[in-house]
């Protein structure tokens, strides 16, 4: 048996990992995971065709090789399928990628007739909100919740694709509430803190320019697989948040009254928003939310990419 666990869906990837191990009897299997940072292809071959000393099965995980593979000249590769076709019936093989593997490609086209082969990428674009809705009324039984509709759509708002973060998640609202009776004020209070942290950071770097650090946080909202329209609808929220905030301020309005006109619940949150509306000029959020109007035209009437702008709209703002 030969498994091929492949996509950038690597917590997916894990699991499937995990449950492969788990069906084996360890008394009756030698479990065997191969650093693959110097592995050659002689290596390769002596890891694969050695019988275990103990008499028993073989399970021999090779993490990342593939594309280690790809990065090197195919010569020195050339023998990698008939290796595989030549090792011991007793070994059980797995690669494990954290990208997907092009299938098309020379010496890995013949994996897909002799390995079974697992993609796991995160779903994005249309129909991505409703794959990550299913996945986490799948996941949730595995701690044994029972999340309301609006608090499984509030989940996805805020983690998106982002299977590991889910998961974390699920785990302490399991401990959070032990019955189990999962609402959208629990997620509001159990989770809503962990994007709310980094759009406030993106808008206190933003306007004063540290570039690097406002990089750095965009490339962790990317990594936690929100789109690039979800980012700048959230920066673009927060900037008109601050805008009437200061226009209430002026008029006076005590915290208590701004806080239910806002529609804030946390008081975390509303305390950021205080201080952003009273430490930020007016006409430089105004500048920012133009901007943004601009770049979301832009996009959606294809003048340019969302590529495009994600590299530079940190420098832009």
């Known amino acids: 048996m030969i498994n091929l666990l492949h996509g950038n869906d690597e917590f997916s990837s894990n699991e499937f990992l995990k449950g492969i191990v788990e069906q084996k009897n360890l008394s009756e299997f030698d479990l065997n995971v191969v650093d693959t940072n110097d592995l050659t292809e002689n290596k390769f071959k002596e890891n694969i065709c050695t019988i275990s000393l103990f008499g028993s099965n073989r399970l021999i995980i090779f993490n990342y090789l593939l594309s280690k593979i790809n990065l090197t000249k195919e010569k020195k590769w050339e023998n990698f399928i008939d290796i595989l076709l030549n090792k011991p019936s007793t070994n059980e093989v797995v690669f494990f990628e954290k990208e997907e593997i092009n299938l098309q490609k020379n010496y890995f ?7 079974q082969i697992t993609l796991s990428n995160m779903p994005i ?9 299913k996945w986490i009324i799948e996941r949730q039984k595995k701690y044994n919740l029972n999340i309301s509709n609006d608090g499984i759509n509030k989940l996805v708002e805020l983690l998106g694709s982002n299977y590991r973060y889910i998961d974390n998640e699920l785990q302490k609202l399991s401990n959070y509430n ?7 004020g629990d997620i509001e209070i159990m989770v809503s803190g962990i994007k709310e ?4 950071e993106l808008i206190d770097s933003i ?6 650090k406002s990089s750095k ?3 962790n ?14 920066i673009a929220r927060q900037v008109r948040l601050i805008l009437i905030t200061k226009d209430l301020i002026k008029m006076k309005v005590n915290n208590s009254d701004i806080k239910r006109q806002i529609k804030i619940s946390s008081d975390y949150a509303f305390n950021k928003i205080i201080t952003q509306s009273k430490e930020t000029e007016e006409v430089r959020l105004k500048n920012i939310l133009r901007l943004l109007l601009d770049i979301d035209v832009d996009i959606k009437s294809g003048n340019k990419s969302e590529k495009e702008y994600i590299k530079k709209l940190i420098f832009l703002l």
Do not use: H, T
């Open 217 to 219: 946080i965009l490339d």
């Open 125 to 133: 674009g249309r129909g991505s909100w409703d794959l990550n809705r």
């Open 109 to 115: 086209a013949k994996l897909n007739d002799i390995c």
């Open 207 to 212: 306007m004063v320019k540290d570039n690097i």
């Open 221 to 234: 909202l990317i990594e936690q697989s929100n789109s690039f329209f979800n980012i700048i609808n959230m």
């Open 178 to 184: 032990p019955d189990g009776n999962i609402n959208i």
């Open 197 to 200: 942290d980094s759009i406030f």
